[in-house]
């Protein structure tokens, strides 16, 4: 009976523990913040992207951090797959907000901004997102984003991008047709209110062979009919991640500062 009472114990303190994140970083230059500028990374990428690329002394982290006082940036490491199938429902990235809010009362806006896969996730989180975190989204930056699944599966000039998402969906979209337009960008956002007050920052590289090029500015386009307030800025570049220093323009852009 005793074991029962310990072994019981120990559930519930299981479940009601606060959540634990190994990989994530939290970093700010204010001891009261007003922007949380959650950061998603790339395929093959971890949650020490920003803070690493493309070198720790001139990373991205720092753009963001550097000239807008009140700016706190946090990153996670996500699953591949469940980024593009949704299959967690972004439950930990949302947790870990919670968790910052909880902590910093000063939070007003939510910033979410990623690279490449995570440019999708920047985009597509909204979907996911709770009220009380939709609410505080007054900025997005994404980098190199796609806005159509089915079209990058066959367009796209990586093999990696094509097997990620054949794994993803379980199959190519003449078996799963269903299932790669329900998560595209524009099916995603089928159902959302308007939001004026958001200002979105795309980052297009003109010679990009990953992403058509076409498809952010079609993104654009879908972004607007929800009457965000879209920019699109290309940069003469192949896929990569982007100068940190557009980085940080964006963040300007977005924040309004």
């Known amino acids: 009976m005793r074991i029962l009472i310990i072994f019981a114990t120990l559930l519930i303190s299981l479940l009601f523990q606060e959540p634990s994140f190994a990989n994530e970083k939290f970093e700010t230059n204010s001891i009261t913040p007003n922007f949380l500028v ?8 971890n949650f020490m992207e920003p803070f690493d690329l493309p070198s720790p002394r001139d990373s991205i982290a720092k753009a963001l951090l550097k000239d807008i006082p009140g700016v706190a940036i946090q990153t996670i490491d996500r699953d591949s797959f469940a980024a593009l199938n949704g ?17 910093h009362a000063s939070f007003k806006h939510i910033v979410l ?23 505080k989204v007054s900025g ?3 980098v190199e984003p796609t806005d159509d699944l089915a079209e990058l599966y066959w367009k796209t000039g990586s093999p990696k991008v094509k097997q990620l998402l054949y794994t993803a969906f379980g199959g190519d979209p003449l078996q799963e047709p269903d299932y790669y337009r329900s998560h595209s960008v524009k099916t995603l956002y089928k159902n959302f209110p308007e939001r004026p007050e958001v200002k979105v920052c795309v980052v297009s590289a003109k010679r990009d062979r990953v992403v058509p090029p076409a ?12 009457k965000f307030k879209v920019t699109l800025v290309e940069i003469d570049r192949t896929h990569s991640v982007a100068d940190p220093i557009t980085y940080g323009d964006a963040l300007h852009y977005v924040s309004g500062r």
């Not at 959650?38 to 990428?45: A, D, K, M, W």
């Not at 920047?122 to 975190?133: C, G, K, L, T, V």
């Open 87 to 103: 299959s967690d429902g972004y439950r930990g990235v949302t947790q870990l907000i919670s968790q910052r809010l909880a902590e």
């Open 113 to 135: 901004c990623g690279t490449s896969l995570g440019a999708y996730e920047s985009i597509a989180y909204m979907h996911y997102a709770p009220q009380d975190i939709f609410e």
């Open 215 to 226: 498809q952010q500015k079609r993104l654009c386009n879908t972004l607007r009919q929800k």
């Open 38 to 45: 959650v950061y998603f990374h790339s395929y093959g990428g």
């Open 140 to 142: 997005i930056i994404s």
